[in-house]
């Protein structure tokens, strides 16, 4: 898996554009026994990469595996190289992992590796390999050094190149992205109800819904991803018709 990692330090050395440089990751993933790359910026801008499959990219925002996504949840814990499969994860029996793995075996991606690092205020990136094998070899060796390494020369040169994009990650409904785009701009739940002309109790369950889509513990943290994630806008929203209790 070195030599794996090292190529693609070389290809960023020897590629001008993002474009290049994923096809050359396409490639050197395919030359490595892999069937699809995914890379993941989590930070003041949101970079998401891969060549999954147009179907599975769709499946994955419109099914919300944002918030319940178990490399991601990995990644973030850990925050080290690390092998996955479906098979470790079902062991924890939630129906939805299961779902989650289930229709992504459909598309070939069974198993993998995964290279993630810190990226300073709470941020993460992650470079991904996935595999259509049911295990991938565990037995591996992988310099953590090296990988974190590879992985922050890759973060810092596609969100340099192209502009970040996150719209395959998480979708929000329309009243969850007005309620956190009021909560974005300091208004309480009561005052969101009162602007927006909703139940109190509506205003909770939308953010309650946010939350859990964008994988955050908090209603800050929530319309921190939200923003970074682009599924908000910087505007004010229009209330109807409403008087701003500010």
Request: aromatic share 10%; charged share 20%; net charge positive.
């Given at each position: 898996?070195?030599?794996?990692?090292?190529?693609?330090?070389?290809?960023?050395?020897?590629?001008?554009t993002?474009?290049s440089?994923?096809?050359?990751?396409?490639?050197?993933?395919?030359?490595?026994?892999?069937?699809?790359?995914?890379?993941?910026?989590?930070?003041a801008?949101?970079?998401?990469r891969?060549?999954?499959?147009?179907?599975?990219?769709?499946?994955?925002?419109?099914?919300?595996?944002?918030?319940?996504?178990?490399?991601?949840?990995?990644?973030r814990?850990?925050?080290?190289?690390?092998?996955w499969?479906?098979?470790?994860?079902?062991?924890?029996?939630?129906?939805?992992?299961?779902?989650?793995?289930?229709?992504?075996?459909?598309?070939?991606?069974?198993?993998?590796?995964?290279?993630?690092?810190?990226?300073?205020?709470?941020?993460?990136?992650?470079?991904?390999?996935?595999?259509?094998h049911?295990?991938?070899?565990?037995?591996?060796?992988?310099?953590?050094?090296?990988?974190?390494?590879?992985?922050?020369?890759?973060?810092?040169?596609?969100?340099?190149?192209?502009?970040?994009?996150?719209?395959?990650?998480?979708?929000?409904?329309?009243?969850?992205?007005?309620?956190?785009?009021?909560?974005?701009?300091?208004?309480?739940?009561r005052?969101?109800?009162?602007?927006?002309?909703?139940?109190?109790?509506?205003?909770?369950?939308?953010?309650?819904?946010?939350?859990?889509?964008?994988?955050?513990?908090?209603?800050?943290?929530?319309?921190?991803?939200?923003?970074?994630?682009?599924?908000?806008?910087?505007?004010?929203?229009?209330?109807?018709?409403?008087?701003?209790?500010?």
């Amino acid at each position: 898996m070195t030599g794996l990692l090292e190529a693609l330090s070389d290809a960023l050395e020897t590629t001008e554009t993002s474009a290049s440089f994923e096809a050359a990751l396409a490639t050197l993933t395919r030359d490595y026994g892999y069937e699809y790359y995914a890379y993941l910026g989590l930070g003041a801008k949101v970079c998401a990469r891969s060549n999954y499959p147009a179907a599975w990219k769709s499946d994955y925002m419109t099914r919300s595996y944002f918030s319940i996504d178990p490399v991601v949840t990995t990644a973030r814990e850990i925050l080290r190289p690390f092998h996955w499969s479906a098979a470790i994860y079902r062991d924890d029996q939630n129906r939805r992992i299961e779902d989650f793995f289930t229709r992504a075996a459909k598309f070939n991606i069974r198993s993998g590796l995964s290279f993630p690092i810190s990226i300073g205020l709470g941020g993460m990136a992650m470079l991904t390999v996935a595999s259509r094998h049911d295990a991938v070899t565990s037995g591996l060796e992988i310099d953590p050094v090296f990988a974190a390494a590879t992985v922050g020369h890759i973060h810092a040169q596609l969100r340099n190149r192209r502009r970040a994009n996150g719209s395959m990650l998480a979708k929000l409904k329309p009243e969850e992205a007005i309620c956190l785009t009021w909560y974005a701009q300091g208004k309480s739940f009561r005052d969101i109800a009162t602007i927006e002309g909703m139940k109190y109790s509506n205003v909770c369950f939308h953010m309650s819904n946010a939350r859990k889509k964008l994988n955050a513990s908090t209603s800050a943290q929530a319309a921190v991803h939200a923003t970074r994630l682009k599924l908000i806008e910087g505007c004010r929203p229009v209330a109807n018709n409403r008087p701003d209790p500010s």
